[in-house]
């Protein structure tokens, strides 16, 4: 226990690392799951191929390995494209840009079933009426789409969010110090590997914990009108 209080702010640090990957990342792949939703449901054959295509080949691949190929790949061909176009010098991805990049564009593909599955949910009717009564794009989204759109996306999200969190443990193979990073660091240099790994353990239950209550309440709160009903 002294280990663990005299290594603490070096496991802090490592936690807010996880904190903030974690939530960059879902930012990420919320926006690619509602691009990649609206692509599936486009009229367009060709559009619906490429978004097809991104979440077979990304559900078909181990994490780690598609992680790592984002990594190493992907800054490889901005070096190429640089040189190619002269825009600009050499680039080297940081681990945390290059993590929450590559966590973002596996999750965002859950995400795009998500969004699909919970936009067929919503009655069409309610769509058509919002369109005969002249609302524009956006005032349709905002106040027909969007909330139910949360609302029936939100038992998914929930799980992927919780998964998510877990695959930032991944980024520490790519040197990122984060929790996991951190700990076993600890745990390596004062040879009690077993202690630092059940309190990073105990960490990522408590955050599991903290937003499992959050997005429950999230659901309470967009299913009120239900429940009044």
């Known amino acids: 226990m002294e280990a663990v209080l005299q290594f603490s702010p070096f496991l802090l640090a490592g936690l807010k690392v996880t904190i903030a990957l974690s939530l ?3 930012m990420v792949a919320v926006l690619l799951g509602l691009l990649g939703a609206w692509a599936k449901l486009s009229g367009s054959r060709r559009t619906r191929r490429i978004a097809e295509l991104y979440t077979t080949l990304v559900r078909g691949v181990p994490d780690l390995v598609l992680m790592l190929l984002l990594y190493f790949g992907g800054q490889m061909a901005l ?7 002269g825009l600009w010098d050499y680039v080297e991805l940081d ?9 973002g564009f596996i999750f965002g593909s859950y995400m795009t079933e998500t969004f699909r599955g919970a936009f067929l949910a919503i009655p069409r009717g309610q769509i058509e009426a919002g369109i005969a009564i002249g609302m524009s794009g956006f005032v349709l989204f905002q106040r027909i789409i969007w909330p139910q759109l949360v609302r029936y996306a939100l038992p998914s999200f929930t799980n992927i969010w919780l998964s998510l969190m877990k695959t930032t443990a991944l980024v520490s193979v790519m040197g990122l110090e984060d929790l996991v990073y951190n700990g076993y ?10 202690t630092f790994m059940f309190v990073v353990l105990i960490a990522y239950l408590v955050m599991t914990a903290v937003s499992d209550v959050g997005l429950r309440w999230l659901d309470r709160r967009y299913s009120a009108h239900l429940q009044r009903a």
Not at 95 to 103: D, K, S, V, W
Not at 185 to 194: C, E, R, V
């Open 24 to 26: 960059v990342s879902i």
């Open 79 to 85: 070096n190429r494209i640089g040189n190619a176009t």
């Open 185 to 194: 660091a600890a745990g390596k240099t004062t040879h009690q590997p077993f």
């Open 95 to 103: 681990a945390f840009t290059a993590g929450f990049l590559a966590i």
